[in-house]
């Protein structure tokens, strides 16, 4: 899959699901705009990194606060 985007290339941050902190519920993904929050076969959600616009909406909807927004460089985002 790209690195890239829809927007065509990557922003300043991306969503990271806390392993610990996670319950499993599955509600941050159904706030996700871009159906990029993805259950694993172990039941647990993770964040389809490349594909994040970093809106921090699943962030916002996490009752668990198991959700980091990470930040990253204007030139790893350039690159
Ligand atoms: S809303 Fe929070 S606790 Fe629920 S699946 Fe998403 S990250 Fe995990
Ligand atoms: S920050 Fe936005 S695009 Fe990224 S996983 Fe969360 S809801 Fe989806």
Known sequence: MSQYNLFGRKPLQYADISEISCTACGWCAKFCPMG???QRSDGF??????????CGKCKKNC??????MIRR???????
């Not at 959600?45 to 970093?54: A, F, H, K, L, N």
């Not at 460089?73 to 690159?79: C, D, K, L, N």
């Open 36 to 38: 990029c929050i993805q």
């Open 45 to 54: 959600y993770t964040v389809d990194e490349p594909q994040c616009i970093g």
């Open 63 to 68: 009752f668990w606060d198991a959700i980091e």
């Open 73 to 79: 460089t204007h030139e790893e985002a350039s690159r």
